[in-house]
């Protein structure tokens, strides 16, 4: 699986339970301390490959451990 092919699996995740839990792009980039909805939105398309410290602010943000955002046996070739 290449990069970009990760990117967007965990992006369309993401969308998936910030939606569930009824918050907007906005929403999750303010409660992690980020400056602009934006950001969310990038991570979301797979545009962006983030740092490790977002993505637990995210899972802290949204109660989640990784494997709801992405579930790497499924890539395992």
Known sequence: ???GDILKVFGKNLRAER??????????????GLSYGQVIGT??????NTS????????NA???DF???F???KFIS
């Not at 991570?43 to 962006?48: A, D, F, L, N």
């Open 52 to 59: 490790l410290s977002v993505i637990v602010s995210i899972m």
């Open 62 to 64: 949204l109660d989640l």
């Open 1 to 3: 699986m290449e990069k």
């Open 19 to 32: 939606n569930r839990v009824g918050l907007s792009q906005e929403q999750l980039a303010e409660k992690i």
């Open 43 to 48: 991570i979301e398309r797979g545009e962006t």
């Open 71 to 73: 579930d790497r046996k």
């Open 67 to 69: 494997d709801k955002l």
